[in-house]
Antibody, heavy 115, light 107 residues
Framework: EVQLVESGGGLVKPGGSLRLSCAAS????????MNWVRQAPGKGLEWVSFITTSSGYIHYADSVKGRFTMSRDNAKNSLYLQMDNLRAEDTAVYYC????????WGQGTTVTVSS | DIQMTQSPSSLSASVGDRVTITCRAS??????LGWYQQKPGKAPQRLIY???SLQSGVPSRFSGSRSGTEFTLTISSLQPEDFATYYCLQHNSYPYTFGQGTKLEIK
């Protein structure tokens, strides 16, 4: 069964940092580009970033560029999102999603930025 | 950036009704569009890919179509489990963009 499991969310103060992880199973992780998508409380979906299979290209939304860093470890079947200089508006559920066409999603991990 | 204008933002309908949700892209995206269903507290699930292809396991009452830069999701006969929020997503160019969402409620 194809599965994506996010972890690492939590409560952090403005200006703080957090690292999210996404563990993949049930498919050949190294063959797929991956995405992060977020959803603020009561709001719609916002694409955050995409990474190619070999990490050769990484794209970011303007809202996180310069603050968030996406990476992957194909040997560990894992995807990461390093979030620095966090703001209140980064509060959201963060999902990882497979493929440039976002065919499979994880269940999400919640990030709350508050003092 | 490509803007995706989704309408309506909310919709009340009854079991058995036929409903249509539309997304209009601000520029051409060929068929690089997917439709997603999201239920409260759950992750989105893809229903349609490449504008009109049905995701495996999704009931055939869901269908998608394209006319130029206008994309349509149709549910032919609403079932109780279809009441949810629906989003379109363009993945033609970065940044990827979602429609604002359509909340489908029971009349």
């Amino acid at each position: 069964e194809v599965q994506l499991v996010e972890s690492g969310g939590g409560l952090v103060k403005p200006g703080g940092s957090l690292r999210l992880s996404c563990a993949a199973s049930g498919f050949t992780f190294s063959n797929y580009g991956m995405n992060w998508v977020r959803q603020a409380p009561g709001k719609g979906l916002e694409w955050v970033s995409f990474i190619t299979t070999s990490s050769g290209y990484i794209h970011y939304a303007d809202s996180v560029k310069g603050r968030f860093t996406m990476s992957r470890d194909n040997a560990k079947n894992s995807l990461y999102l390093q979030m620095d200089n966090l703001r209140a508006e980064d509060t959201a559920v963060y999902y990882c999603a497979r493929h440039l066409k976002l065919d499979v999603w994880g269940q999400g991990t919640t990030v709350t930025v508050s003092s | 950036d490509i803007q995706m204008t989704q309408s309506p933002s909310s919709l009340s309908a009854s079991v058995g009704d036929r409903v249509t949700i539309t997304c209009r892209a601000s520029q051409g995206i060929t068929n690089d569009l997917g439709w997603y269903q999201q239920k409260p507290g759950k992750a989105p699930q893809r229903l349609i890919y490449a504008a009109s292809s049905l995701q495996s396991g999704v009931p055939s009452r869901f269908s998608g179509s394209r006319s130029g830069t206008e994309f349509t999701l149709t549910i032919s006969s609403l079932q109780p489990e279809d009441f949810a929020t629906y989003y379109c997503l363009q993945h033609n160019s970065y940044p990827y963009t979602f429609g604002q969402g359509t909340k489908l409620e029971i009349k």
